[in-house]
C-alpha cells in the first residue's frame, strides 16, 4: 500500500507535464488542424453496419458509402433530385420508358481495372441472388423478373439487366418509370468490383472482406484508409477517380457519435465541422449561441402513428380519425420538438413535385377539429371517452418519442377523456412487435430511399411489408397499380395523390409532422446545401480557406 | 473477547437506546420521515398539482407560488413530479435494501461458514450471476412475468375497486423487484462471507461451538451482529445504485411507465437538460441526495446502535 | 496454495460454461433476432439470411456449433449485426481501450478513496470525517450520466489540452478516467472507512495504543490488514466492471471501448458478440474474485486456516 502511495506524487508530475506539452502544443482546434490538411470530419451518428451496398441497410452506411462507390449518375450539391452523369456518360431509355440504355465512361477502379457494365450486372446480381439474403434486395425490383429471381422463382437470364459490351449497359424494367435516374441515386444501384468480390470468397459470401482494409477497392471519390469501431472512419481522396481533379478537399472523417448532446458539445469544442443532430432541448441554447452555424433543413421523413386496424377499437375509423383529429400537431411541433419539423396531415412530404394531399381538416381550426373528434368518439360509440378502453401507444425508448407519446396522452385525456398507456420498448422488441403487428398504435418514422413520392405512398399497399397497421383496400392497390403502369409523369402523379387520399381518409395511421434536420455546420464549411435526402456529395464540401 | 452472550432482545432494548442517543441518527431519522410523509401524503391533499397533466404553454417555467419548483419540459409541475416520482423510489429502494440485506446476508453467512464444496458452489454460483448481462436478465425476467403481473393489476382492480391508472404502475413495477431480487444482493453476499471466513475462526466462535450451541444460533447470534457494519454500509451503497438503474430500466420499457415519474427518470431527464434548464436537474437531485444521506446517517447510527463492540463505549 | 489455485481455475472454467450455456439461452428468449431492420424483410430474405447462418437450426445444434468453432477453430464467430467483422476483431479493438480506462479508473479511485476512508476513520465523527463522507455520499449519490456531461462542460471546456469528448489525443483519457475513478473512489472510500472503524474499535487494536504504537503504524500496519476487507472484496468485481467498459461514460465521451458494444450488441441481438463480450467479463469476473480472494488470504492469515 505505501509503494503505491509513494508513486502517487510522480504520476501526478507525469499528468501535469504531458498537460503542458499538450496544451502548449498549438492553441488551435482539431478542426482547424483537420482543415488545415484538407479532411472534413462529420458527425455520422452510429458505427457503420456495412461499407458493402449489398449488405448496408442504415443511413450512416449510406453516406460512407456514396464517397467510395459511384453508380451510374451521381447527386447534385445543391439542387434536390438534379442527377449528373456518373459512370454513365449518357443514357436513352424507349418511349415507354422501361428500356433504358446507358453507355459507360472510361474509368477505373482504385486499383487500376476497368471499370466494366459487368460489374454492375454482378452487383445486381449478387444483391437480387437467392442465396445471399439481401436486405435491400428490394430497391432493385424495378428490374424486370427481379422479384422472382430474388425469390428463387426464375434463373438469373431472366432478369431485365444486361451487359451489351464492356461499356453498355441495358435495364429491362418490370413497368414504365421515368423517374429510374432518382432511384439510381441511392447506393443499391452501385458497382462492385467484380474481379476483387470474385478472389475474395465469392458473389455469395457475405462474410467478404472487400470492403475491408487493405482490400477495399472503389470508383469512387474517396478510398477506404482507416477504420477503428466507434472511433472514426476515413476515406482519403482517390486519384484515379474520373473526376479526381474536381475534388475540393483531401479526404472525410466520420465519426459514429450516438449521443446528440455529446455531439453538440464536441462541435462547440471544435472537434466536428458538421454535426448530424442536435437534440430538440438544445435546439434554442444553439440558435442563440451561433446562428450562423444552425442548420434546420428540410427532410424528406414523416414521423406518424401507425394504427393497429385490426384491434378495437381502433378498428373503427371513426375512433381513428377522432384520435387523429384531437392532436394539436402545431403544438406539439413547436412545443415538444421545439420547431424542429412542420405540422402536417398527409404522409408523403412535399418534395419531387408532388402537390401533396390537402385533407379538408388542414384549413379547419384546432377547436373546430376537436368538436368534430368529440362528435366522432360519441357517434362511434364512446361519447365523452365513456367505456374507452385504454389502447397502448409504442414508443421506442428515444427521449422525443416519448416526449410525443406523454404529450398526446395528455392531448387524448384532456380532449377526449380518453385514457391510453404507454410502452416504452428497447429497440429491438419495438421493430419487432411492429413488424409482426403486435401493437395498438406504434410511434413511427419513414424516410425516402429517393426523391419520389412512390418511396412513400407505396408503403401502403395492401400486401406491403411496411403497412403493418392490417389496413388495405382494394381501391388504393388499383391506384397504385395505375401509378406503377403509368409512362406518363403527371398521370403517375395523379394517381399516386388518389391512393394517399384514400389511406388517409381511411386513417389507418395519423400522421403528424414532417421532421427537419437540425444540426451545426462550421461557417467556414463551403459546398453544403440543404438537400432533402441529406445525400450531400461531399467531394463539393470545401474546408478551410483550400480545395 | 466478544460479549455477545446476552439475551438476543436486551441487545436490541440497548440498540434502540443508544440509537436514541444519537442525534445524527434521529434527526436523519425525522427527516426521512419527512420525505416519506412528504411523497406519500401531500399528493392526497388538493395543493399539490397532477404530475401528468401537461401544459404545453407554460413549459419549463421558473419557480412560482402555483408551482414551487417550476414546470418540466412538458409544463408538469415539478413538484408534484417530483412527489410521486418518491413514492416509486423510496419503494424500490425500500425492496433492494430489503433483497441485499435479506438474502444477501443469509447466503453470504451459510456460503461463508458452511466452507469447503458448499461455499466454492455458492461462491461459483454468484460469480455466473455477477457475469451475465443484467439488461438481458432483466428483459427475459419481465417478459415471464408480464402476463402474470397484469393479471394481478386485474384483479387488484376488481378486488379493491382502485382505478386502473393507479394500480398499474405499482404492479408494472414488478419485473424491477423481481431483478432487483434476483440481482441485489451479489456483491453483499460477497462481502459478508469473506468476513463470515474470517469471524468462525475467531474465539467467540469456538467458544460457542464447543457449548453445543446449534449451526444456526451460531450463526444468527454471534456471527450476524458483527456483520451489520458490513451490511449496512454496504446497503447504504447500494441502494442509490438500485435507484438509478431503475431509471436506466424504465427507458427500455421496464420500470416505471411513462408518463409516471420516478427520482431515477427525473435526473435522467435533467441530465439531458442541464445546460438549458438546470432546475430540472437540481431539485429531484436535491431530494435524491437528502434521502440517501439521511439514510447513511441512520446506517451509521444504527452500525454504531447494534454493534456489540461498540456496547461499552 | 498452488493447489488452492488450481482448484479456483477449474472451478473457473466451470463458472464460464455455466456463464455461456446460460448466455446463450438467455439471449435466444429475447424478442427479434439480429436482421430486423427499420424495415421490414420480406420473408424469404430474413430465411435465407437465418439459413447462412444457421439460425434457423435447433437451438441445440447452434448451442454445439458455437461450442465446436471455439474450442475446435478458436473461432469466436462472426458479429451478426456488422457482419463481415469477427467477434475477436471487435473485442481486439474495444478491450485495450476499456482496459487503459479501467486501469487509470482503478488507480484513481485507489489512490483516493483508501486514504480518504482511512483518515475518516481515524478521525470518527469529528468533523474531517463528516466532510470526507459527505462527500463520498455525493460521489454515491451523483451518477455517472450526470457527472461525466458536467465534466465535460466544466473541465473539458476550461482546462487547456483536456477534450469535451472524442478519442483523438494524448489526454482523452483524463476525463473519463475521472469520472469512472471518483465514482468508484467514493465506494472505496466509504468501505474502507467502515472496515477501519469496525478494526479500529477492536481490542487488538486498544492494546496496541495502549502499548504506545504510533498512529501511523497502528493504521498502516496493525489496523490497515483487515480493515481493507471490505473494500478489496469490492474492487474485484468493480475491476472486472469497470475494465469492461461503462456505456454512459462512453457515449458521453466518445470512447471506442466495450460498454458501447455491450448495449449495442444487447439491443440489437447480436448473438455471437454478446457472447464474446459476456466470456470476456466471465473470464475478468473469475479471475478478479480469484485474485481478491487471494489478496484477503495474504491480508488475513485468519481466512487461509478458515478456507
Excluded at chain 1, 155 to 176: F, H, I, K, N, Y
Excluded at chain 1, 476 to 499: P, S
Aim: charged share 15%.
Amino acid at each position: 500500500m505505501r509503494g503505491v502511495m509513494w508513486r502517487s506524487p510522480a504520476w501526478l508530475v507525469l499528468l501535469a507535464a504531458a498537460w503542458l506539452t499538450a496544451g502548449c502544443g498549438d492553441g488551435r482546434s482539431s478542426v482547424q488542424r483537420a482543415a488545415d490538411q484538407g479532411i472534413l470530419v462529420l458527425g455520422n451518428n452510429q458505427e457503420p453496419m456495412s461499407l458493402d451496398p449489398h449488405k448496408a441497410t442504415a443511413v450512416a452506411d449510406g453516406k460512407i458509402i456514396a464517397c467510395l462507390l459511384e453508380g451510374l449518375v451521381r447527386p447534385d450539391a445543391a439542387v434536390d433530385g438534379a442527377v449528373h452523369p456518373g459512370m454513365a456518360e449518357r443514357w436513352e431509355h424507349n418511349e415507354a420508358a422501361d428500356e433504358w440504355v446507358f453507355h459507360l465512361r472510361e474509368a477505373q477502379w482504385s486499383d487500376g481495372h476497368p471499370v466494366r457494365a459487368e460489374d454492375f450486372v454482378y452487383a445486381y446480381h449478387r444483391l437480387l441472388h437467392p442465396q445471399f439474403g439481401g436486405k435491400y434486395a428490394e430497391m432493385l425490383y424495378p428490374l424486370k423478373n427481379a422479384a422472382a429471381f430474388n425469390r428463387g422463382e426464375l434463373p438469373w437470364e431472366a432478369v431485365g439487366v444486361q451487359a451489351r459490351d464492356a461499356r453498355t449497359l441495358v435495364l429491362r424494367l418490370e413497368s414504365p418509370m421515368p423517374q429510374l435516374p432518382q432511384l439510381l441515386l441511392h447506393y443499391t444501384w452501385s458497382p462492385v468490383p467484380a474481379h476483387v468480390v470474385e478472389s475474395l470468397g465469392g458473389m455469395l459470401d457475405r462474410r467478404s472482406l472487400w470492403t475491408k482494409l487493405p482490400h477495399q477497392v472503389g470508383n469512387g471519390a474517396y478510398v477506404l484508409e482507416s477504420h477503428r469501431f466507434n472511433e472514426a472512419l476515413t476515406v482519403r481522396a482517390n486519384p484515379r477517380y474520373w473526376r479526381a481533379g474536381e475534388l475540393r478537399n483531401r479526404g472525410v472523417r466520420f465519426l459514429p457519435i450516438v449521443n446528440g448532446y455529446t455531439e453538440t458539445r464536441m462541435f462547440w469544442d471544435g472537434k466536428l465541422h458538421i454535426t448530424n443532430n442536435v437534440p430538440p432541448e438544445l435546439l434554442a441554447a444553439a440558435r442563440r449561441r451561433a446562428p450562423q452555424a444552425y442548420c434546420q433543413d428540410a427532410y424528406y421523413c414523416s414521423i406518424f402513428y401507425r394504427l393497429n386496424t385490426r384491434r378495437p377499437p381502433l378498428d373503427d375509423v371513426r375512433v381513428r380519425r377522432a384520435l387523429s383529429l384531437a392532436i394539436d400537431r402545431r403544438e406539439l411541433v413547436e412545443r415538444v420538438v421545439r420547431g424542429a419539423g412542420s405540422p402536417s396531415f398527409a404522409f408523403t412530404p412535399p418534395g419531387a413535385g408532388y402537390a401533396g394531399v390537402v385533407l379538408p381538416e388542414a384549413a379547419q381550426t384546432q377547436e373546430q377539429r376537436v368538436a368534430e373528434a368529440r362528435r366522432l368518439l360519441s357517434e362511434a360509440g364512446y361519447p365523452g371517452g365513456k367505456g374507452f378502453p385504454s389502447p397502448e401507444i409504442m414508443t421506442t425508448s428515444r427521449d422525443v418519442q416519448r416526449l410525443m407519446a406523454e404529450t398526446i396522452q395528455s392531448m387524448w385525456q384532456q380532449v377526449l377523456g380518453v385514457h391510453a398507456e404507454i410502452r416504452a420498448c428497447e429497440w429491438t422488441a419495438y421493430k419487432a412487435a411492429q413488424q409482426s403487428g403486435d401493437y395498438d398504435i406504434s410511434s413511427s418514422s419513414w424516410s425516402g430511399d429517393f426523391l419520389d413520392p412512390a418511396t412513400f405512398v407505396e408503403l401502403w399497399r395492401s400486401s406491403g411489408g411496411n403497412n403493418c397497421t392490417g389496413w388495405g383496400s382494394t381501391e388504393c392497390d388499383a391506384a397504385l397499380a395505375e401509378a406503377a403502369a403509368a409512362a406518363d409523369a403527371g398521370v403517375r402523379r395523379a394517381a399516386l395523390q388518389r391512393a394517399e387520399e384514400l389511406m388517409l381518409r381511411a386513417q389507418p395511421i395519423i400522421p403528424l409532422y414532417g421532421s427537419e434536420r437540425t444540426y451545426l455546420k462550421d461557417p467556414a464549411v463551403q459546398g453544403w446545401f440543404p438537400l432533402l435526402l441529406d445525400n450531400h456529395p461531399l467531394d463539393a464540401v470545401q474546408v478551410g480557406g483550400r480545395g | 473477547m466478544k460479549r455477545c452472550y446476552e439475551e438476543g432482545h436486551s441487545l436490541w432494548r440497548d440498540a434502540r437506546r443508544r440509537l436514541a442517543r444519537n442525534r445524527a441518527a434521529m434527526g436523519s431519522l425525522l427527516l426521512l420521515l419527512l420525505v416519506a410523509g412528504a411523497c406519500f401524503l401531500l399528493p392526497l391533499s388538493p395543493w399539490v398539482a397532477n404530475p401528468n397533466e401537461a401544459n404545453l404553454d407554460n413549459i419549463a417555467a421558473a419557480c412560482s407560488w402555483e408551482h414551487p419548483f417550476g414546470t418540466d419540459q412538458l409544463g408538469r409541475d415539478l413538484l408534484a413530479r417530483v412527489l410521486y416520482g418518491g413514492r416509486i423510489s423510496l419503494l424500490v429502494g425500500l425492496v433492494a435494501t430489503l433483497v441485499a440485506t435479506l438474502v444477501g446476508l443469509v447466503y453470504g453467512l451459510i456460503s461463508g461458514y458452511a466452507g469447503g464444496r458448499t461455499d466454492a458452489l455458492m461462491m461459483r454460483t454468484v460469480d455466473v450471476l455477477f457475469a451475465l448481462p443484467f439488461i438481458v436478465l432483466v428483459v427475459v425476467f419481465s417478459l415471464s412475468i408480464e402476463e402474470p403481473s397484469r393479471e394481478l393489476t386485474e384483479y387488484l382492480v376488481a378486488a379493491t375497486g382502485w382505478s386502473r391508472e393507479s394500480v398499474a404502475p405499482l404492479t408494472g413495477l414488478l419485473p424491477l423487484f423481481v431483478a432487483i431480487g434476483a440481482l441485489g444482493w451479489l456483491t453483499l453476499a460477497r462481502m459478508v462471507r469473506t468476513q463470515t471466513l474470517e469471524l468462525k475462526g475467531q474465539e467467540f466462535v469456538l467458544a460457542a461451538r464447543s457449548l453445543g450451541l446449534s449451526h444456526a444460533a451460531i450463526l444468527f447470534r454471534h456471527i450476524a451482529p458483527n456483520l451489520l457494519g458490513t451490511v449496512v454500509v454496504y446497503t447504504t451503497l447500494a441502494v442509490p445504485g438500485m435507484m438509478l438503474t431503475e431509471s436506466t430500466l424504465s427507458f427500455i420499457g421496464l420500470g416505471v411507465r411513462p408518463p409516471n415519474s420516478s427520482w431515477g427518470t427525473l435526473i435522467k431527464e435533467g441530465a439531458d437538460r442541464m445546460e438549458v434548464s438546470p432546475e430540472l436537474l437540481i431539485f429531484p437531485a436535491l431530494f435524491f441526495c437528502i434521502t440517501l444521506l439521511a439514510l447513511n446517517f441512520l446506517g451509521d447510527g444504527l452500525r454504531d446502535a447494534i454493534d456489540p463492540r461498540s456496547a461499552k463505549d | 496454495m498452488a493447489g488452492l489455485l488450481l482448484r479456483r481455475l477449474g472451478q473457473g472454467v466451470l463458472v464460464i460454461a455455466v456463464l455461456q450455456t446460460l448466455t446463450f439461452f438467455l439471449v435466444r428468449q429475447l424478442p427479434g433476432n439480429p436482421f430486423l431492420g427499420e424495415r421490414k424483410l420480406p420473408e424469404h430474405i430474413m430465411a435465407q439470411l437465418n439459413a447462412l447462418y444457421g439460425l434457423d437450426q435447433s437451438v441445440w445444434v447452434q448451442y454445439a456449433n458455437y461450442w465446436k468453432g471455439i474450442l475446435l477453430h478458436g473461432d469466436f464467430g462472426p458479429s451478426l449485426v456488422q457482419e463481415g467483422v469477427q467477434v475477436s476483431e471487435i473485442i481486439a479493438q474495444a478491450f485495450p481501450v476499456s482496459l487503459l480506462l479501467g486501469v487509470l479508473g482503478m488507480l484513481i479511485a485507489v489512490l483516493v478513496g483508501i486514504p480518504a476512508g482511512m483518515l475518516a476513520a481515524w478521525w470518527r465523527n469529528r468533523w474531517p470525517d463528516a466532510l470526507l463522507m459527505l462527500a463520498a455520499m455525493a460521489g454515491i449519490c451523483i451518477p455517472a450520466f450526470v457527472l461525466a456531461p458536467v465534466f465535460g462542460l466544466t473541465l473539458g471546456q476550461w482546462v487547456p489540452g483536456l477534450s469535451v469528448a472524442g478519442w483523438d489525443d494524448a489526454l482523452c483519457a483524463v476525463l473519463p478516467a475521472l469520472t469512472l475513478g471518483l465514482v468508484n473512489a467514493a465506494y472505496l472510500a466509504r468501505l474502507t472507512r467502515g472496515g477501519m472503524v469496525e478494526v479500529l474499535g477492536s481490542d487488538f487494536i486498544r492494546t496496541a495504543r495502549a502499548k504506545g504504537c504510533s498512529a501511523p503504524r497502528l493504521l498502516f500496519v496493525h489496523a490497515l490488514r483487515s480493515g481493507l476487507l471490505p473494500a478489496v472484496s469490492y474492487l474485484g468485481p468493480a475491476f472486472a466492471g469497470l475494465i469492461t467498459g461503462s456505456f454512459v461514460v462512453e457515449t458521453c465521451f466518445q470512447v471506442p471501448g466495450m460498454g458501447l458494444h455491450f448495449v449495442n450488441a444487447t439491443t440489437t441481438r447480436d448473438y455471437f458478440l454478446l457472447q464474446g463480450l459476456v466470456l470476456c467479463y466471465g473470464v475478468l469476473i473469475v479471475l478478479a474474485n480469484a485474485a481478491v480472494d487471494v489478496v484477503l488470504m495474504w491480508l488475513n492469515p485468519r481466512l487461509r486456516t478458515a478456507q
